[in-house]
């Protein structure tokens, strides 16, 4: 068999972490500097191209004569360079058309409309003809959305038509607004089959997840099965998806689909919940190689994500006996008092987090409400 030679676009730390403990020669293109990098063999700082010509040029300029066995994508960004890599560069591929749809919230709606996934109303802000006539088929408030972002990146809710002055460049999407409950699915997948899925409910959005989300059996099948649907349609073969749903009055209904690791500590929570470590799974699943995964959990974890919104932090109540509560497993805080905080952009961003790991769904809950009472950032708006 031939060695690996890996090349990571997007690296995320924990994934360059799991390369090293195998020594698996891995070579790094990134955005912006990041410290995990260090330990790559080559790393170059570049954009992440959406345009083909330029990820050709870029890869002509710097790649040239080099050879992978696989690339691998640690976001969103990476997920559609890295799928032009790997043919250019002679590694392990899947259909390109699959990590567009996978990148584009448009082409991924449109393409899944037509295998009778459920989902909210949308359409292309270049192809709105008004704003009158958005709002008369999209309800109150239009969603707009970029196609090519992550974690709620630029998302706008807006409420008057007055208010809608339609883009037609083409880079986003509108859709209708869904007043209801969500949940991920964390899919780890080999050889064309699921091996192992997560749900995850988001207790609030952007602040609060439970893994597993511990629903009932009939709705968890539910979820399943629309997860599964929604991978076979995309004809995904291998990797990790991390695809949203909306729990709605009428039925469940088809948020979007990511082809990488999820953010916002899910991994995190993954270890701690299933007793398996997602990143070294992960990396199996991008080499092609079998993972013995868990038949099912071992607890119940919450991820607390902190972020006050802008702001002087005037005080911190609460540290001491969140970071040393029995079911505490990871506590991180990022600030201090006196400090100036911008707006949160993403769920991405936060001040911190708080992992707490409890044995059933009550003793879970039963945290989350104490560290609620407990724990508080004060601000001076």
């Known amino acids: 068999m031939e060695p690996c030679r890996v090349l990571v676009i997007g690296p995320r730390r924990a994934l360059l972490d799991a390369l090293r403990m195998r020594a698996i020669p891995f070579d790094v293109w990134q955005e912006r500097p990041s410290p995990g990098s260090k330990a790559a063999g080559m790393v170059l700082t570049a954009p992440l191209w959406n345009s083909i010509e330029k990820l050709k040029e870029t890869l002509a300029a710097s790649f040239a004569g080099e050879r992978y066995t696989h690339v691998i994508a640690g976001t969103d960004a990476a997920v559609y360079p890295a799928a032009v890599t790997r043919r250019a560069l002679g590694a392990r591929h899947s259909p390109i058309t699959t990590a ?192 013995d995964f868990p038949a099912g959990n071992a607890g119940y974890t919450g991820i607390e994500l902190f972020h006050p919104g802008a702001g002087r932090v005037r005080a911190i109540n609460g540290r001491e006996q969140v970071q040393q509560h029995p079911a505490t497993r990871e506590f991180r805080l990022k600030i201090a008092a006196g400090d100036i905080l911008g707006t949160r952009d993403s769920a991405g961003q936060d001040v911190g987090y708080v992992l707490y790991s409890a044995g059933t769904p009550e003793e879970r809950l039963a945290v989350h409400q104490t560290f609620e009472q407990a724990f508080e950032i004060v601000m001076e708006r």
């Open 100 to 291: 567009l749809r996978c990148r584009d919230k448009l082409a991924m709606k449109e393409y899944l409309a037509e295998h009778d996934i459920p989902m909210t109303d949308f359409l292309a802000e270049a192809d709105a003809p008004s704003p009158t006539a958005v709002f008369a088929r999209l309800g109150t408030p239009v969603v707009r959305k970029s196609r090519k972002s992550s974690g709620g990146r630029g998302l706008e809710l807006i409420e008057r038509i007055d208010d809608l002055l339609l883009r037609h460049d083409g880079r986003n999407i509108l859709e209708r607004y869904v007043d209801a409950p969500e949940v991920s699915v964390e899919s780890f997948i080999h050889q064309g089959e699921i091996r192992f899925t997560n749900i995850t409910r988001y207790l609030e959005k952007r602040h609060v997840n439970f893994v597993p989300a511990a629903f009932a059996a009939a709705l968890n099948t539910e979820i399943e099965d629309l997860n599964h649907r929604v991978i076979e349609a995309l004809k995904i073969r291998w990797g990790m998806t991390h695809l949203e749903v909306y729990l709605a009055n009428d039925g469940l209904l088809f948020g979007e689909i990511a082809l990488r690791p999820p953010g916002g500590y899910i991994m995190n929570a993954l270890l701690h919940a299933y007793g398996f470590d997602p990143w070294a799974a992960y990396l199996a699943v991008e080499l092609g190689e079998p993972f």
